[in-house]
């Protein structure tokens, strides 16, 4: 074999050392390459991750809020319904306060159109008979009714008690009576709202008693004075009973 002459080796040495050289460039390269892309997904998890603990404190301080304002709404309801009751019972206390001076001293008030003193102790009386009448007991209804009337002549509760003292006597049967009652009910208050009813009940009465004349008299008059009340209808049918 015939040996290289030294320019040769040389030459052949350069090439060997060029080709080792790219070599490990090219490996440096790919290293640097693959160390870059694991480095960069990391920074992409961590990133990741991070804005995921972000969010979760996020949502769990935007909970938190809306736990509180629940719970500041329930409260702010609380203080209004509390304010409520606190309104409602004074508005109550004042009302009781009002009714037990009423009991000890005189008040002008107007009842169904009728104006007047109410004395201590009136309004009681008129109720207590007006209960009496609603329970179904009369007798006591009428006794209190005409006590009321005797005791308190001035009232502005007296028309009322004319009124049901009338429909008491007349429920018990006592027409003549109960005829007494509403026609002085009906003279001393000819313009009280109870007026047409109270005719009913005093045609009624009259009828009852035997007196058709006089009943027939009465729903006459109602219908002329009250056309289109419940009174004049009432009146219309009842007036054939005195033929």
Known sequence: ????????????????????????????????ALFSDDEARKAILDLRKSLATTQLELQGQIDKLKTENAEL?????ELEKQGEDINNSQKTYYQ???????????????????????QPGEKRAYDDALKSFQAGNLKKADEGFTAFAV???????????????????????????????LQSLIKRFPNHPRVPTAM?????SQLES??????????????????DTEAAKDAQQLIAGTK
Do not use: H
Request: proline share 4%.
């Open 151 to 181: 005791k308190y002549p001035k009232s502005p509760y007296l028309p009322l008690a004319l009124y049901w003292s009338g429909n008491s006597k007349y429920a018990n049967k006592d027409y003549s009576g109960a005829i007494s009652q």
């Open 73 to 77: 709404r329930g409260k702010v309801e």
């Open 1 to 32: 074999m015939k040996m290289l002459s030294y320019s040769a080796k040389q030459t052949l040495s350069r090439a060997f050392c060029l080709s080792a050289a790219l070599i490990c460039l090219g490996a440096s390269n790919s290293a640097w």
């Open 200 to 204: 009913v009940t005093l045609g009624n």
């Open 96 to 118: 009781d306060l009002d009714t037990r001076l009423g009991n000890f001293e005189p008040r002008t008030v107007t009842i169904e159109g009728v104006s007047g003193t109410v």
């Open 210 to 227: 035997g007196n058709k004349v006089a009943a027939k008299k009465t729903f006459s008059e109602i219908i002329a004075k009250y056309p």
